[in-house]
């Protein structure tokens, strides 16, 4: 683990990132130790950076994560797949909630990469409808920003791991996103998802998939009675790929899905991507 | 600055109040060196860990917090008044947002007291009407949780240190509070606070206020076209006090108010407690 360039273990108590969730977070699939879609990532961060007010040098930062990466190969490349995670917290300083620079500490850690992607990707998975409701709120929507107790207690829910995610709707009703994915549903055979401008994180795998479908997908709202009559539903962020929903936990009963083939076609895109990523 | 009764100053990088900001705290003001409504500060705190799902060893806490205050003495007492700050952070561990624990740590740190309360108590202050909308989410409000980066970007708005508050609407353009306070206006000669069912912190010098005051005030919602038309308006917390606003920026404008005996009897009330803190 790195803080600025230097390996830590630890933060200062009096950093923003900790005392009010003042900052930003990627995480990144090293995939044969090489980050995938490092750019998308980077743009993302960066538009975070814009809308909390914070300053990121991106030169710098780019190249604490090559040092960083190759400072740790002896621990990524023995396994194909591993999970870089940044960090960007305001440093301390201001007057309560005001803040007083708009300088961030970088934070790099490496973790391990899921151990049940491909199973869930070629089997499907159970996920489960989600009773908390996420708030609206435009200023914070899209970016990936580390206020995540929404996502926390929605995670809560589901009883045990047999359930692999949660899906989360806002408060009229409309379905956003899983707790830790985008959620793509085909519905009278077009392939929609969510927009993102009220709240939910616009996901990396979201925006290439979207690029990658083109005017096969469409950016629509859809409230969950219309979810319950999709062909397919599946889940997708950045680390897991794709995943199919083959069974929504509802309150009290449960509905299947198929896995169809937008979410084939979705995961040998990925797959491309990986077999390609320099 | 203690972390789970050791001094420290760090925290851990996987500590999941820096990943998520899962977790809460409380900022208690020190009056000659002992703390001012401890019972409140603690209740409010074991009310925000139910709500979590966190569990705390309250015996514990308030065994740490007399040794820390104890042995910061020869620190806190020179001064009149300091500020003990209590965080709750959920242990890392988990599957991402899904927690695996309901532990805690616990971190205490020491802070000066602001310098311009008694100032501001007396001659009131400037407070600006911030255009962020908070977002309405009735599973986080009124608890003093760390996800703070709507307080963040709402104390952004104002340009310059004279103002000493901001004023938060929620989306309907109700008023909630201060972003650091709660906040009192006295419309049609009754005396009235927003309800904080679905934003806002539920503060102690509100609850105090609210006790104190009895039959003669109201927790009722009121947009800000009504806050205009008040007699009078103050904002409070534990810390500060209560302070008299005396002048509200608007877009292009400003609107001006008399101090009130509301806020003044607010003030007494917070001085006879002070006096007689044990």
């Known amino acids: 683990m790195w803080v600025n360039g230097q390996a830590a273990t630890q933060l200062s108590l009096l950093d923003r990132g900790l005392a009010y969730g003042d900052g930003l977070f990627e995480t990144i699939l090293l995939q044969q130790g090489k ?11 960066q538009n975070g950076c814009d809308r909390l007010g914070l300053h990121i040098d991106r030169m710098l930062l780019q190249g604490e994560i090559t040092a960083f990466l190759e400072q740790n190969q002896h621990l990524i490349l023995p396994k194909s797949q591993a999970v870089l995670k940044i960090m960007l917290t305001r440093q301390s300083g201001g007057r309560g909630y005001r803040a007083a ?27 489960f409808l989600c009773q908390f409701r996420l708030a ?8 990936k920003h580390l206020n995540r107790l929404e996502q926390v207690l929605a995670s809560q829910e589901w009883p045990d791991d047999s359930y692999q995610e949660g899906v989360v709707l806002d408060r009229a009703d409309y379905v956003i996103e899983g707790t830790r994915t985008n ?11 969510p927009g ?4 939910g994180v616009n996901g990396i795998m979201r925006q290439q998939l979207l690029q990658h479908f083109g005017k096969q997908a469409k950016v629509q709202a859809f409230d969950y009675h219309a979810m319950l009559e999709a062909d397919e539903i599946f889940v997708c962020n950045s680390i897991v790929g794709v995943w199919p929903v083959v069974s929504l936990r509802l309150v009290a ?16 895109y990925f797959q491309s991507v990986l077999d390609h990523v320099d």
């Open 35 to 45: 980050p995938v879609w490092l750019d998308a990532h980077l743009g993302r961060l």
């Open 183 to 193: 959620l793509f549903a085909v519905i009278n055979q077009q392939l929609l998802t």
């Open 101 to 127: 620079t708009r300088l961030c500490n970088r934070i790099l850690t490496l973790h391990p990469a899921p151990s049940d992607s491909a199973h869930n990707a070629t089997h499907g998975i159970k996920a």
């Open 196 to 199: 993102l401008d009220q709240c």
């Open 136 to 143: 609206q709120q435009p200023k914070l929507a899209g970016i």
């Open 253 to 268: 009963t449960h509905q299947e899905f198929a896995i169809g083939p937008y979410a084939r076609q979705a995961q040998q």
